[in-house]
């Protein structure tokens, strides 16, 4: 009777082993026989002049769609099946030749049942996820044939990025309020030449918390790509996070350090982000964590005239001034003296080596996270000022400045006042940017030129954007 049951269960496992087999292989075949029939279903093997156009000889219509990067897929999809079959045969040589001790032995059903867990239903599902995710190019229309297919999708490896550009279909294949069937999640089209940091970035276990990442996050951002993809993980906070500072000191007062997550800095406390420490890990805004020197600014005579005070420039429109921008690098103390004027600025930042974007955060003010390279995400005609220091000076792009101080003239509304803050330049390249500046024809209402050492000079101006009415 027991070598029954040990017959019994040797044969139902060898069942078991051969029905995954044929499994496999049925999958393959399915696999082979959907690439063929949709290249067949698409004209590939038909001699029409028209398709073979489309697919070989005009660049323009396919040009979103990577054949190599297709090729990739299906061929990851066949290897994982492959390696899956592989294991399987090798685990039946295996008992093939441990026959005797199976015999002697059982195997519990809940080891029986991790087995099929770990070892087949999840690779599996993997290969099947993998196969789902295969976007072969669409051929619509009869007579005029085009080719049209999702951009990038087939460009990533990742299944979280593949999910996250898929275009999500409406519920019922109604019409969203924004007039469109589908949504498109977006990601900059620097992503594809970042390819590698992107998968990086957006590997991670859905649900959990992320990893410690905001670096990798950041380095995409300031090379283009952008916006990044939103992710399912949560983000981390300090272990040792405190409740801020009440209002009336925040504003004036280095942060509590424990707030901060200070694991891709060279320093690790405010401290040794002192002006006078050269080994920081910055090196703008010299003593900007130093409030001693920051309550200074902006309120103080100054004996170069290229340095506006905060009341000068709000007596020019009295009572005009609510809301703006400061874009620059910083921790917030221009959006800081702004609010003692009752004035809400919204301050840019990026954590270039310092927790920039968390101690503006924590003194109370609103840091906003963009890039040099990025539209702001404000309406026509929003601001009543853009102030800007320390961020642009004469290393930047003439091109690019001019996209940049459209969108500001964009943003600002008519009557709003553009502050330009010690911007400084080599003197030979003065008239280039004075250009730049002077093209949009603003008021002047202040205009400053000085000295900065022997062969840059700075430049402060307070210019008013013209109504510009139609």
């Known amino acids: 009777m027991g070598e ?24 393959v075949i399915l696999v082979s026989l959907s690439s063929l029939f949709r290249f067949y279903s698409a004209g590939f093997f038909l001699h029409d002049e028209d398709i073979c156009r489309h697919f070989y000889g005009v660049k323009d219509v396919y040009d979103s769609f990577d054949i190599r990067a297709l090729s990739s897929r299906v061929d990851e999809v066949l290897d994982k099946m492959e390696s899956l079959q592989d294991k399987f045969e090798l685990i039946v040589q295996e008992m093939e030749k441990n026959k005797d001790e199976l015999q002697k032995g059982s195997i519990p059903k809940l080891e029986y049942k991790r087995f099929l867990e770990e070892e087949v239903i999840k690779p599996l599902y993997s290969a099947h996820i993998a196969l789902r995710q295969i976007r072969m190019p669409r ?12 951009p990038l999708i087939n460009n990533f490896v990742i299944e979280e990025i593949r999910k996250y550009i898929t275009p999500k279909e409406n519920r019922h294949k109604k019409v969203n309020i924004f007039g469109t069937q589908k949504i498109y999640n977006t990601i900059g089209h620097a992503c594809v030449s970042m390819k590698k940091e992107l998968e990086e970035y957006m590997d991670y276990d859905i649900g ?10 950041q380095k995409l951002m300031i090379n283009g790509c952008d916006p990044l993809p939103r992710r399912r993980c949560l983000a981390r906070a300090s272990k040792l996070y405190q409740k801020p500072y009440p209002m009336n000191e925040s504003l004036w007062r280095i942060p509590d350090g ?11 406390n405010y401290e040794c982000l002192s002006g006078k420490n050269p080994k920081r890990g910055y090196t703008k805004c010299t003593g900007c964590f130093e409030m001693e020197k920051e309550e200074l600014k902006w309120v103080t005579n100054s004996s170069l005239p290229v340095d506006f005070l905060i009341r000068d420039v709000l007596a020019v429109k009295p009572g005009e001034i609510r809301i703006g921008l400061d ?24 954590n270039l080596g310092a927790p920039f974007s968390e101690t503006i955060a924590l003194r109370g003010l609103i840091p906003l996270y963009v890039t040099l390279n990025q539209r702001l995400p404000f309406f026509d005609n929003t601001m009543d000022t853009i102030h800007t220091a320390g ?3 004469g290393w930047i792009d003439l091109q690019l400045l001019d996209f940049i101080l459209f969108d500001w003239d964009r943003v600002l509304r008519p009557g709003g006042l553009l502050w330009i803050d010690r911007f400084f330049c080599n003197r030979t ?13 603003y008021k002047k209402h202040k205009w400053s030129i000085a000295p900065k050492g022997k062969d840059e000079v700075y430049l402060s101006a307070l210019l008013e954007k013209p109504p510009r009415s139609l």
């Open 429 to 441: 390249d003065l008239d280039d940017f004075m250009y730049m500046l002077l093209q949009f024809r």
């Open 208 to 217: 959990s918390y992320c990893k410690d990442d905001w670096n990798i996050a």
């Open 139 to 150: 051929v619509e229309g009869i007579g005029n044939v085009t080719i049209k297919e999702d």
């Open 327 to 350: 874009f620059g690098i910083g921790t917030g103390t221009f959006a800081a003296r702004m609010r003692e004027q009752n004035v809400t600025i919204i301050s840019t930042a990026l």
């Open 258 to 268: 424990r707030n901060v997550r200070w694991n891709n800095y060279l320093c690790r």
């Open 391 to 393: 961020f642009m000076d």
């Open 4 to 27: 029954s049951i040990i017959c019994f269960r040797k044969c139902r496992l060898g069942r078991v082993m051969g029905c995954i087999q044929f499994v496999l292989g049925s999958l």
